[in-house]
């Protein structure tokens, strides 16, 4: 993988083009040129993301000014060098009006355009980090996902949170698609480190030594193609979190190197002696079983203990059936606004059928299949997939052929009066309601505005229906 910074280089001057490729080319960039303004943003339509541009201002055609305005539109954060044999001052002032990260003359020193390029490329890299930042920081205000009401669930979150605020290294154990990554996010977002980086690493994605010079980095000329330093994930994380998923799968050399990081707090990159000290939290997480891989001579035992400092174990669906309902509210809810379509409600002999199904790719499969579900729009598929896996409904009923009639639900208070279709409706309604909100009240730990979140319905909303459903803590 070619992790050079692409330079895009724009001048009408064959033998200026020729220059500034063989220079920079030594200097570690790779460079692509284009002779006028047109063929520059010719080069952008056909993909080409260059990191920073070189631009002459005298050109025939779109002369620079003009390509510099195209390019600031295309990309407010590219950085473009002004390049000139005519030291104008007006035409100084026009391009860094619109937009020029720097100006320099065509009778430059290399030394001086190669300092204009790493201040470019360090003032875009620095923008690229607050922009991240800025996201993380809005994902972190977001709506806790770990969505359900079983007491394993709150046993597990209320674990989390209890050394949240602490720098323990923590071992996340479930199966696959339980929902490890969201219990490590909890960990950050609600730890002193949570505007610190969060970098999640997937151990298995990649062989031990790519993943070693992902962790770790490596300097200029540690193998071939390595044309710069880069830094590693663990540097890239120092004062937040690093997620290593799938850490069973780690080779024993690497896991060796691992374990000198949790002791000492200190690495070398790849082909370099110099130590690298980082302040990082390790979480980890794995659907193996690690007790076992250490028996097999699999994983390492001292590593195993370092990192099961606290050991966080997340129940699989199938443990935790009260958790179904509601996690599948979450999931048609999320999914029909996303894509403007699907059913508002999952019928109950569906719901039985999810209620009796082992779910051997837990929360995971869930999400998926009402995904399918919304897409499609038809419950049919789902009755037809359930029947070829043998799987018996919890409470057999027959498929509805018609939308379920509420009339079966609804509390009619004893009376032998007519009651109007209005009335039904709202007292259907108003059921349907009930059980919802305190579900999921139940399920934030009475926290009115999470609920009020998680509903889409403002705050005072939430007050009032809960007044109107006469609804109280413990319900």
């Known amino acids: 993988m070619d992790d050079r910074h692409t330079v895009l280089v724009v001048d009408d001057d064959p033998g200026i083009l020729a220059y500034l490729d063989s220079l920079l080319s030594l200097q570690g960039y790779r460079v692509v040129t284009a002779e006028t303004g047109e063929a520059a943003l010719a080069r952008l339509n056909n993909g080409l993301r260059p990191d920073v541009v070189v631009l002459d201002v005298m050109m025939p055609g779109m002369d620079g000014l003009a390509t510099l305005r195209h390019l600031r539109d295309r990309d407010p954060e590219l950085p473009v060098i002004m390049l000139s044999g005519v030291g104008r001052t007006a035409t100084v002032v026009e391009a860094m009006r619109s ?41 972190q205000e977001q709506l806790d996902p770990i969505v359900g009401v079983s007491q394993s669930l709150q046993g597990m979150k209320d674990l989390l949170d209890s050394i949240a605020d602490t720098d323990v290294t923590v071992l996340i154990e479930g199966e696959s698609g339980v929902g490890k990554e969201l219990a490590a996010r909890r960990l950050h977002t609600k730890s002193s480190r949570r505007r610190g980086r969060w970098v999640k690493v997937n151990c298995a994605a990649l062989p031990p030594d790519l993943l070693e010079s992902e962790l770790f980095g490596y300097e200029k000329g540690a193998f071939t193609g390595a044309q710069k330093r880069k830094v590693g994930r663990f540097e ?90 509601l996690l599948t509210r979450y999931f048609l809810h999320k999914y029909v606004e996303k894509y403007g379509r699907g059913p508002s409600e999952i019928s109950d002999p569906l719901m039985a059928y999810f209620l009796s199904y082992d779910w051997p790719g837990n929360v995971r499969e869930l999400e998926n299949l009402v995904k399918r579900l919304v897409i499609l729009n038809d419950e049919r598929f789902l009755f037809s997939d359930f029947r070829s896996k043998n799987v018996t409904p919890a409470t057999p009923s027959p498929e509805p052929l018609v939308p379920e009639d509420p009339l079966d639900r609804i509390d009619l208070d004893g009376t032998d009066e007519v009651i109007s279709l209005k009335e ?31 509903l889409d319905i403002s705050y005072k909303t939430l007050l009032y229906k809960i007044r109107e459903c006469g609804l109280e803590p413990g319900q």
């Not at 490329?121 to 690229?128: I, N, P």
């Open 99 to 139: 937009g020029a990260y720097d100006y320099i003359d065509k009778s430059f020193e290399a030394d001086e355009l190669n300092l204009a390029l790493e201040k470019a490329l360090e003032r875009r890299r620095l923008v690229q980090e607050i922009r991240e930042l800025r996201n993380q920081l809005a994902e």
């Open 236 to 325: 890239y994380a120092d004062g937040g979190t690093i997620f290593l998923d799938e850490i069973g799968e780690m080779s024993l050399p690497l896991q060796a190197k691992l374990l000198q990081v949790l002791q000492d707090r200190e690495f070398c990159r790849v082909g370099g002696n110099e130590p690298v000290r980082v302040d990082v939290r390790i979480v980890c997480a794995t659907n193996r079983d690690l007790r076992q891989a250490v028996e097999n001579k699999e994983f390492r035992e001292d590593l195993y203990y370092r990192l099961n400092v606290v050991n966080v174990r997340i129940p699989p669906l199938r443990e935790r059936r009260e958790d179904i309902p």
């Open 424 to 454: 039904i409706a709202r007292k259907a309604a108003m059921q349907a309601e009930r059980r919802m909100i305190a579900a999921v009240l139940r399920q934030t730990n009475w926290n009115r505005r999470k609920a009020a979140q998680l």
